[in-house]
Every structure is written in C-alpha cells, then in structure tokens.
C-alpha cells in the first residue's frame, strides 16, 4: 500500500495525471471517499495522464461518461445506484474487460462486481487538516504486475 | 407528414413525443408544437398505482416493461390512436445508450409500420423547448439556461437547431448538488424542493459559501463542486460542536452559492449578446429563488424572462414532442439506422 498525502486540489490532480500516465489498457481503478473527498478531481487528473481533452465532469447523475484518449476513459460513478441488480443491466462487465481505462467512483457500493484485478484508492479527509487536505491509500487488488506503485511513488515524491 | 395547408384549416399536427434518456420512461401527444394533449412519466404516481409499486426506475429493462404501456397511455390520455399522428419525435442522446435504445428502437418500429415521419431530437435541445408549452411566443436569437440533475449549461440559440455553447459546468451540475447537500442533511430526495423550502426560513448571510469561476478567466461556464466541499466541511465543523444543524440556515446559503453563480454568468450572457428573451429549462428552473432573483437581475436589461410550467422542467416528453414538431417542419427527419448517441453532443445535431 502506498500512501500519498494531497494539500490542494492541483495537487490532486498531479496525483491522478501520474496515475493516468502509468495505467494500462484494461486497468480497473476503485475509487472510494466520502462525499467531496475529492475523487472527480482525481478522475480529472487520471484523464490527463490519459490524454483525454475534454473536461470530465461527474458521472452521479448519468451514472456514466466516455472520454476518448491515448486509452479512453469509462467514467462511472455508484453514488446514485441501490441495488446491484441495476448495475448489471447498465452493462458494465463489457467495460471492465475492455480497451480502456475504467474508473469507478463509490466503488465500494458494490465490491462483488468489479473485477478481482483492479487498483484500489481510498481518498480521506487528512486528520490534520480535514477542510483542505486528503490522505490517498493506493493499493493493489489480485496482481501486482498491474500497476506498478513504485514507479507512481516515485513520480509523485519527487 | 407536416401538412401546412391542413394545419391552416384547423387540423392540428400531432407528435408522439418519446423520451427515455435516463430514469423515466415518458411519452407525449403534442399538438402543433405547444398544446400538450397528454404528458406521461413512469414515475408519475397515477402511472404507479395502476403498474404496482415503484421499481428502480434506471435499468434499461424497466424502460422495457414500461415503454408500450406508457405510449399507449399517452394516445388514451390524448383522446387519439396511433392513426391521428403525423409523426414520432424521440429523444436519440445525450443519456444511457441501454435506456435511450428503448425509446429509440420502439419510435423506429413505430415510425416503420405506421408509415410516419421520424425524428430524433437531442435531449438537452429538448429542455428548451419546454418553454414552447407556456403559450408565450419565442422569437430568436435567444439564451437559455439548462439546469438539472445531469447538465448546467448556458446555450445562445440561434433558431430552431443553431445552437451554441456559452457555458457549462467544469464539474457537478446545479441540480446534483443540491441532491447532494440534501442527502448530506438528511433531507432525502430529490434535494431542490426541500432545500428551496427550507431556505425561505434561513438567513443566508451566517455562512458564506464559495463563487467559483466568476472573474474572467471562468467565461461563462460553471463549477459547483467547491461549493459541495466547503458546504460538507461547515456541516461536519457545526456536528462536531455537537449542537443541531442550523437547516435553514445552512440552505439558505448553500442556495444563495449556486444560485448566484447562474444567474451572474446568466446576466454576463444576457448583457453580452442582448437577445429579446432569456429561458430557463431543467429540473432546477423549478428552484423559487432561482426564478426570483433571475427575474430581479435581468429586469433592467430589458430581456423577457420565461420559464416552463413545473410539470415541463424535469424530463419529460412533451418537450421532445415539441422539439420534434419544428425538426418536422423544417424537414429533419431522421434515418431507419438512427441508433442510440450517448455522448450526443449539442454543438453538432
């Protein structure tokens, strides 16, 4: 697990370009923290590294967003979701093993659908400084050769 | 088919309208583009009793269960069959490509076996047309502002299809913040009722929330997710002095923040390209304080302000139906290979 601490919103963003740039085609990434925690900020970044143009904006209400890129982006979001049920007939296993990348806010909601292969965030409120700054915990779910958290860490300390 | 000798001699162009875009499943006979002769959503509580219960209404399946019983309500309801329409209007985008292929398949099969003209109209578009069931005239160029649960956006429309993008959000549309913050305190869903409710009894001055993007470099579009944060932190600053929320308040400002951002980026638009008319669309346009304060700031710059009736704000068919009226007239008529566009954008119909 790797820990990365944000004090502002570009910073956060910085994270999630470092991310973008590093994922792979069919990389899954879990994104999970409370409300305003900061995940779409991340997602925006995430699409940068992507090489994605277009502003992302969230996905609660539509539930989901395509962006194209160097890999395109499936923007998902479960906030607004009940039941898994209505998840599967929104069709999302075809985007998890697809050609993009998928990022999925509120993961957590539903943890039984997503694929074991994918790179977990938990974004929280730092203790410290709870109004502005945000402690990530980044860590890899069922193969290690996803992603390589060394090489984010080492792109995001410097 | 349009038929304007007929319609001169008293015989109404009727629409089916077909709208399934997102959650609700909805069909509308529109006559002539502004006289709604039946206006059904799934979710509408009539509908409910007589198809038992209310079910997630997002999953393309539902639209599925719905669709035929939802249209054959709208042509009862109208007092028509299937034989009175000139046309079939449905919504082809932006929106969930397994709900808006429900719509989009059963107005193709529709428009096939019944011989009728079809056209696919863009769900956003649509909103604006709303403002064509109030019975005011709309002249052109004109702005609108669309506000709902999915999309803010502020458009400069040109005519019928010619439209621009003046503005749009960076990141949260208004309507998903205010559910957003409503669920935050508890105050269920949909969250605009409830909060405009609310706020009419709160001072808005004892918090200050955050404007975002109003100096130049923001042009005209919006952002309200920084607004979101800052409202969150106040809620949890105020539970960990463990006294009760001051509701009315935290509302009051909280509305204050994203109603002033649309209406000063509304006003911006408005003193810019000086059209005669300004509209309101969307689930937000129903917000009191919303309509109020437009109102109040775009007087003196000599604009009418317009608004659709409650009922046309969220999403609905019979602004489809209305939409698809003029593409009728105008002879846009869509293919049999029409499919579903989710990522339908406004700038290129």
């Known amino acids: 697990m790797l820990k990365l601490t944000s004090t502002s919103e570009d910073r956060t963003r910085e994270i999630g370009r470092c991310i973008g740039a590093l994922a792979r085609e069919g990389t899954v990434i879990a994104l999970n923290g409370e409300l305003g925690a900061g995940k779409t900020v991340l997602a925006k970044g995430i699409a940068q590294g992507l090489g994605v143009q277009d502003d992302v904006i969230s996905p609660s209400y539509v539930l989901m967003n395509i962006y194209p890129g160097r890999l395109n982006l499936y923007h998902f979001d479960f906030y607004r979701l009940e039941n898994e049920e209505e998840l599967l007939e929104l069709g999302l296993e075809e985007y998890f093993y697809g050609d993009g990348v998928v990022v999925v806010e509120w993961a957590d909601k539903f943890p039984g659908i997503l694929p074991a292969k994918r790179l977990e965030i938990e974004m929280k409120k730092s203790p410290e400084d709870p109004d502005s700054s945000r402690d990530l915990y980044v860590q890899l779910q069922g193969s290690l050769r996803l992603f390589s958290l060394k090489e984010l860490e080492k792109r995001c300390c410097l | ?349």
């Open chain 2, 1 to 349: 088919m349009f038929d304007e000798k007929g319609e001169k001699m008293g015989h109404k162009t009727l629409i089916l309208g077909i709208e399934t875009s997102c959650d609700d499943t909805a069909a509308s006979v529109v006559g002539n583009g502004r006289d709604v002769l039946s206006n059904v959503v799934s979710s509408q509580e009539s509908f409910h009793q007589r198809f038992g219960g209310i079910v997630p209404e997002i999953a393309s399946r539902r639209h599925l269960e719905v669709i035929n019983p939802v249209i054959d309500e709208a042509l009862a309801k109208a007092g028509f069959t299937f034989a009175h329409l000139d046309g079939i209007a449905v919504t082809h985008g932006p929106g969930l490509v397994g709900s808006l292929l429900v719509g989009v398949s059963a107005a193709k099969a529709l428009s096939f076996s019944l011989d009728l003209p079809l056209v696919a109209v863009n769900h956003l578009e649509g909103h604006i047309y709303a403002n064509f069931l109030t019975g005011a005239t709309i002249a052109f160029p004109l702005i609108c502002l669309i506000a709902s649960g999915g999309h803010t956006s502020l458009l400069h429309v040109k005519g019928h299809g010619q439209l621009e993008v003046l503005g749009r959000t960076r990141d949260d549309a208004a309507g998903e913040v205010f559910d957003k913050i409503a669920r935050a305190l508890g105050l269920g869903f949909p969250g605009g009722p409830v909060i405009d409710q609310l706020a009419q009894q709160g001072e808005g001055e004892k918090f200050l929330f955050p404007r975002a993007l109003m100096g130049a470099e923001g042009k005209l579009d919006f952002s309200f997710s920084g607004v979101k944060t800052a409202v969150l932190n106040r809620i949890r600053r105020e539970k960990e002095q463990g006294k009760p929320l001051p509701l009315n308040d935290l509302c009051a400002a909280f509305q204050d923040a994203v109603v002033d951002a649309l209406v000063e980026k509304s006003a911006r638009a408005v003193e810019y390209l000086q059209p005669r008319q300004f509209l309101l669309a969307g689930g937000v346009a129903a917000n009191g304080e919303l309509r109020r304060r437009l109102r109040l700031r775009l007087a003196p710059l000599e604009v009418e302000v317009i608004y659709p009736p409650l009922e046309y704000c969220t999403d609905n068919a019979a602004m489809i139906a209305a939409a698809g009226y003029y593409y009728l007239r105008q002879g846009r008529l869509a293919p049999y290979d029409l499919n579903a566009e989710p990522g339908l954008d406004l700038e290129n119909p």
